[in-house]
């Protein structure tokens, strides 16, 4: 017969598998609650409204990503856009490139418009559809400076252009012909694997040509005109698109729509990659740790003064960030900083304000004006940053020249009694302590002196010529 203990481990061992096929089930039956359907008869909406940014491609990077794990037919994307980042738009139509879900691209509602790098976005869609009433195009990049390219001069011994012919293209530099060959290299190449207009496509980077969707259509830049989402799920049904090295064919009449709206987290990054509050995260982050370092203990400045540092420093590392503008504006704080801490009579102080002005100026590389910074911002932070530093620096040397009222380097000067002496040294009595003395021979108790110095815990005194006899 088995011992109690054998018949007790039996025991435990079938209630351990009897616990682990529970568990097992329990987390099956959780799955299979938890996980889409294998075939989704569903369209995942997402909507790209406003400026192409980082907020916006994580987004939409994200929403893709969801449509490929539910498994959905396919994903409208809605857009209404007058452009962006050439960063964030090129992340965006890298995710749609390698989406297995067909990308049907929508500028909706009624007055929208896909311009600059939505036109880009609408290119790359596997399927470009327009409302009535929207319009895309104006797709040149733009210089960094935004001033207008110089018209160039007629040549040499000939005469101007008429009024029949057409006018000259506009003379550009090196950089900004670059700029432009590149970015029709980037529009042709999504425009020959989608197997639209070419040709346009390259008037609207070269001289940001535009159309209405009843032109669009006509020139094969779209591929249909949709009232509305359930007009362009049926439309688009039927048709075949190129998903991946695939030719696939879109079923998608009495699709289910899905809307799916931006988070809280996409939300909190459209906030904080503005270059402006990006900026005033970072200084008030950098004096935040300032005012800590001068007050150990105060805890509320340091721990404030951090977080800003953090979100604002994560909040540049999503831009478009020049290197150099970094660097002037990294130099600038910190030329400030050492004004308070080392008083140059406004040297240091002057020199940071003029270096972080023109850091912040340059620190965003883009020529969107939605991601530039404000030039009354930065003089603001400039100039308060400045008067602050002035004002450091002034407590500073005022606490400086004033007297000592604490410490062993208070005595000095002060006037005291001999509380016993022998010889050349003695005891006197000093702010209601008993301290050791050394000075002249002949003192006696009670006799008035005055401290000279201080050596360790020893006082130098010598005797109070001004004292009554």
């Not at 490139?97 to 600059?116: F, Q």
């Not at 700029?179 to 529009?187: G, H, K, T």
């Not at 302590?433 to 002196?449: C, F, K, N, S």
Request: aromatic content about 4%; glycine content about 10%; overall charge neutral.
């Amino acid at each position: 017969m088995a011992s109690p203990i054998q018949s007790l481990i039996c025991a435990t061992r079938r209630l351990c598998g009897l616990a682990a096929l529970l568990a097992a089930a329990v987390l099956g039956a959780t799955a299979a609650i938890a996980a889409p359907p294998a075939d989704s008869r569903s369209a995942v909406v997402l909507t790209l409204d406003g400026i192409v940014g980082p907020a916006t491609a994580d987004y939409l990077v994200r929403g893709l990503a969801a449509a490929r794990e539910q498994n959905a037919a396919a994903v409208v994307l809605r857009i209404d856009t007058p452009g962006g980042l050439d960063a964030s738009m090129r992340d965006i139509i890298r995710a749609i490139l390698a989406s297995p879900v067909p990308v049907i691209a929508y500028v909706a509602p009624n007055g929208a418009r896909a311009a600059s790098a939505g036109t880009y976005i609408l290119y790359a869609s596997h399927l470009a559809a327009m409302a009535p009433a929207t319009n895309l195009g104006a797709a040149t990049p733009i210089s960094l400076g935004g001033s207008p390219p110089r018209p160039a001069e007629p040549p040499a011994g000939k005469p101007e252009a008429g009024a029949d012919k057409a006018p000259p293209q506009p003379a550009r530099d090196a950089s900004e012909s670059k700029a432009i060959n590149d970015a029709v290299a980037y529009i042709r190449a999504l425009a020959a694997l989608r197997g639209r207009n070419a040709d346009w496509a390259e008037q609207a980077v070269r001289s940001a040509a535009s159309l209405s969707a009843g032109e669009a259509r006509a020139q094969n830049v779209v591929d249909l005109i949709a009232d509305d989402l359930p007009d362009l799920l049926d439309k688009a049904d039927g048709r075949s698109v190129r998903v991946g090295n695939n030719e696939v064919t879109l079923h998608t009449r009495g699709l289910a729509l899905q809307e799916r709206e931006p988070d809280w987290r996409t939300r909190i990054l459209s906030a904080i990659t503005n270059p402006n509050l990006a900026l005033m995260l970072l200084m008030v982050g950098v004096y935040g740790l300032i005012f800590e370092f001068m007050s150990p203990g105060a805890l509320y400045p340091g721990v404030v003064g951090a977080i800003c540092l953090l979100v604002g420093l994560y909040a540049l590392s999503a831009l478009p960030l020049s290197y150099a503008g970094a660097a002037l504006a990294l130099l600038g704080i910190v030329l400030m900083v050492a004004e308070i801490f080392t008083p140059s009579l406004g040297a240091l102080g002057i020199g940071g304000a003029v270096s972080f002005v023109l850091g912040a100026l340059l620190l965003v590389d883009t020529d969107t004006p939605a991601y530039e910074v404000s030039l009354p911002l930065v003089a603001g932070v400039a100039v308060a940053s400045l008067g602050m530093t002035f004002l450091i620096g002034r407590l500073a040397l005022r606490s400086r020249r004033a007297p000592v009222v604490s410490g062993v380097d208070a005595l000095i000067g002060r006037r005291v009694q001999v509380l016993s002496w022998n010889g050349a040294q003695g005891y006197v009595m000093a702010e209601g302590e008993r301290w050791r003395a050394q000075g002249p021979a002949g003192l006696a108790a009670g006799d008035p002196v005055v401290i000279e110095s201080a050596q360790g815990l020893t006082l130098r005194v010598r005797a109070d010529a001004g004292a009554p006899h």
